[in-house]
């Protein structure tokens, strides 16, 4: 079982300066919460509690202070530097030690994940991935993203880079699974024309392997990925509803570490001591 996993949190956030300028996009607010703990605790959900952060040499100690050692919601977080932004698939080559020979989960730290029974379908995935498994997900655009064309079996027969003439609403989302070749699957990569080693790349290495699987996100599943302004916006809309109606937060972290019994009542209500005088403080203590 792979139970290591990798949020990829560096980038430069181009797309939604100025609002970038000077801060991390995944250290911006989704409603209650940053951008961060959205992906983590997806990460957490699905059973996965060693987690390395990556992030720019900048944020570093941002993320640090956000996070800290994760100690306290009974996950263990390391961290690590992306120098420059060189791809997603570059994330897998700067967790090489991290990794230990074995494989992973890989998350982008701008993409949210929201339904009943996430946490299952992703816990699965990991236990029954014997090459490489990407999460997809329909939508309405899907030559704004890298798509995947299923065969009447269901099974992956291509993958494409937002290609002009899509051959299926299937988004490939950024969460992905990933077995101990994958290091040196990496390392064989080339950089594209925007110097980047995609991860599009990588995952067409296990499709020709005959080695990759695609899971489609079950019915009521919710993706976003909040890498523009618009995207952030419809994001923390979306939250809002949710939480406003259902009185129920999505992706609170402490939470999640509660309700998988990494952390007990009391040190769930030592951890709201630090959110006095906010709702999320009376959040934390109803549960508690």
Known sequence: MTSRGIL???GSGSRLRPLTTVVSKQLLPIY??????YPLATLMLGGVRDILVITTPTELPRFRELLGTGEQWGIRLRYAVQPAPAGIAQALLIGEDFLAGGGGTLILGDNIFYGPGLGRQIATRIRENTGA???LHPVRDPERYGVAELDEAGAIVRIEEKPARPASPLAVTGLYIYDAQVVELAKQLVPSARGELEITDLNNLYLRAGRLRGHVLARGTSWLDTGTPEAMLDAATFVSVIEKRQGLKVSCVEEVAFR????DAAQLARLADGYRGSSYERYLRSLA
């Not at 209650?32 to 703990?37: G, R």
């Not at 998988?260 to 952390?263: D, E, F, Q, S, T």
Request: glycine share 12%; net charge neutral; hydrophobic share 50%.
């Open 133 to 135: 498994t990407v999460f």
């Open 32 to 37: 209650d919460k940053p951008v961060i703990h």
């Open 8 to 10: 990829l949190a560096g």
């Open 260 to 263: 998988l019994g990494y952390i």
